[in-house]
């Protein structure tokens, strides 16, 4: 307890909180605002992802498509990628037709697709070496 106050803690936590989730938002969006979208159009081109933009779905069929490949490849998600995932869709849920927070989803699963698009490159040179 802070200053043996119940109230007090709570309030410690909760504001604790608020900054932990300001910070991993802020970063996350700064690292994910210039992004490319050329690898997740090609994803829907390849037939991957499906034609019509489903944001959260995209996401997480990306995700679990790199976590299958990644142990092979050496490759590792980092952490806030799927913590700002979660607070954006907590974000969606207050508001839930934000084009902005639609727009971020989005660039979020492009930002994945490059990352899909490593792992598959670094697979190919496992399975095809040059010599």
């Known amino acids: 307890m802070v200053g043996g106050s ?3 803690s709570v309030a410690v936590l909760v504001v ?3 900054v932990l989730s300001y910070s991993v938002f802020s970063f996350a ?4 605002s210039d992004v490319d979208m050329t ?3 090609r994803l829907r081109r390849e037939g991957i992802l499906p034609d019509k933009p489903r944001l959260v ?10 976590a299958h490949v ?4 050496y490759l590792r998600q980092e952490f806030w990628l799927r913590l700002y995932f979660h607070l954006l869709r ?3 849920t207050v508001r839930p037709n934000a084009a902005g927070l639609d727009r971020e989803l989005l660039r979020l699963s492009a930002y994945q697709a490059h990352h899909y698009w490593v792992a598959m ?6 399975r095809n070496p040059s010599l």
């Open 90 to 92: 907590a974000a969606r």
């Open 39 to 41: 690898e997740l159009d």
């Open 29 to 32: 969006h700064v690292r994910i």
């Open 57 to 66: 779905e995209d996401f997480d069929l990306i995700h679990a498509k790199i």
């Open 16 to 18: 604790a909180f608020a």
């Open 70 to 73: 990644a142990p092979a490849v």
């Open 6 to 8: 119940l109230i007090l």
């Open 121 to 126: 490159k670094r697979l190919d040179a496992l």
